[in-house]
């Protein structure tokens, strides 16, 4: 087990910072407006059609500032009828909510495999309205299956999710993987940890036309904090997974490789130097779907550079910005001035102002290199997780460079794990 370093400095900062992230009551009280709202629109197409929300919003890892994400759907209908709530979306549904002045239409997105309504809700509360996504209302009652196991659980999503943007490689409209991609290599991680073991639910328990189920897993208990998990994330993706032929299967709930017969419906088998995430409902897609190489080196480069900053005894250098601001936010009601922020950045950074300065780029931002060297090492890694199946031989040795990406290590069977620093939120 790696050898965990005392606290590093912002300990209090980060942790009411990750806490501040939670969705606050003036939120909740909108999206339960807004769901009423819909409720009522949606009753004049006919008694058949429902309105839930999906999402972060709603499994349970929201964040301050989520949009609302809402399907209509028609019950009862098959994959074949949905052209038909999709006509009813565009002839009907759209005319009537543009008769609301609670509801702003800001764009219309008609192309895409969900086709999606963009609205402003009481000129604040971004809305994404979309039909007949009934694989979106599973994925989310399966998400929140998981947040209701252990309170640590939703703690370590978040700080993923927030170091995630901090960073800059989050957010699929810019080739970079989804909250909900992210959230699932959450899931993974946890479920295949041999001192950790996340229960995994059974996704045949999971049917639009049923209610939905109900688990009860208070005998499993986690013997690390949130903190301790989120350097286990980042050092698990960064040294022991194996990227390009392990595939994220929160399905499974255990280390599986492409190729493998439970796996033979996921898309993308040729692709041996990509990462590969299933969707849990719709087994043939693969989540890298969105992710481009480029961004895919990036994301590589930030789990590297993260877990350097950890077993460095430092808080990831992308979380040091943030607070930096929540910082400055605290400091007084008075308006920071951009001479107070430079200061405090540096403070951060352990330098003079005067060498954050020469360092900076044009735009203002720092141009600190990205990609770095592997931590100094200290044990080797744990035995492998009990629900493990028996791997091709071919498939444990070792990674072959391909294409323009390439493993952050040789063989994980045989990489020592790199000292780590713990923080708290």
Not at 43 to 56: A, C, D, K
Not at 177 to 186: D, E, K, V
Not at 199 to 210: A, K, L, T, V, W
Request: glycine share 6%.
């Amino acid at each position: 087990m790696p050898a965990l370093r005392e606290a590093p400095i912002g300990y209090d900062e980060l942790k009411a910072l990750i806490q501040s992230t939670r969705v606050d009551a003036e939120e909740f009280k909108a999206y339960k407006s807004c769901l009423q709202a819909l409720h009522s629109i949606v009753q004049l197409l006919g008694p058949n059609w429902q309105v839930r929300p999906f999402g972060s919003s709603a499994n349970g890892f929201g964040m301050r500032g989520s949009d609302l994400d809402v399907t209509i759907y028609l019950s009862g209908i098959g994959e074949q009828d949905r052209p038909f709530a999709i006509q009813e979306l565009q002839n009907r549904l759209v005319p009537i909510l543009e008769g609301y002045a609670q509801f702003e239409l800001q764009e219309a997105v008609w192309s895409a495999r969900v086709p999606v309504l963009k609205f402003k809700f009481d000129g604040w509360l971004d809305v994404d309205f979309s039909c007949q996504n009934t694989e979106a209302i599973l994925n989310t009652e399966l998400l929140k299956s998981y947040a209701k196991i252990h309170p640590v659980i939703r703690q370590l999503v978040v700080g993923v999710k927030f170091w995630a943007k901090a960073q800059g490689v989050c957010g699929a409209k810019n080739k970079h993987l989804s909250s909900y991609t992210l959230t699932l290599m959450t899931m993974y991680f946890l479920q295949v940890q041999p001192d950790i073991q996340l229960p995994c639910i059974p996704i045949s328990e999971f049917n639009i036309d049923r209610p939905m189920p109900s688990f009860n897993f208070s005998n499993w208990t986690c013997a690390f904090s949130a903190p301790e998990l989120l350097a286990r994330f980042v050092l698990f993706y960064a040294y022991d997974f194996q990227w390009g032929t392990e595939v994220v299967s929160v399905r499974l709930g255990y280390r599986a490789q492409m190729g493998s017969p439970e796996l033979s419906m996921l898309f993308g088998q040729s692709s041996a130097w990509r990462l590969h995430v299933e969707d849990p409902f719709l087994l043939h897609r693969n989540l890298n779907c969105v992710l481009g190489a480029d961004q895919e080196n990036e994301l590589k480069n930030s789990i590297s550079s993260a877990c350097w900053d950890m077993s460095s005894g430092q808080i990831p250098q992308a979380l040091r910005g943030q607070l930096a601001l929540g910082a400055l936010i605290g400091k007084s009601k008075q308006q920071p001035t951009s001479q107070d922020h430079h200061h405090q950045k540096a403070q951060l950074y352990g330098e003079t102002p005067s060498q954050l300065s020469d360092r900076q780029g044009e735009n203002g931002r720092s141009d600190r290199a990205q990609v770095v060297v592997a931590p100094v090492i200290s044990s080797t890694r744990s035995d492998v997780h009990p629900r493990q199946k028996a791997r091709k031989a071919a498939g444990d040795e070792s990674m072959v460079q391909q294409g323009s990406l390439s493993r952050l290590a040789p063989d994980p069977s045989n990489v020592p794990i790199p000292k780590i620093a713990v923080f708290s939120f």
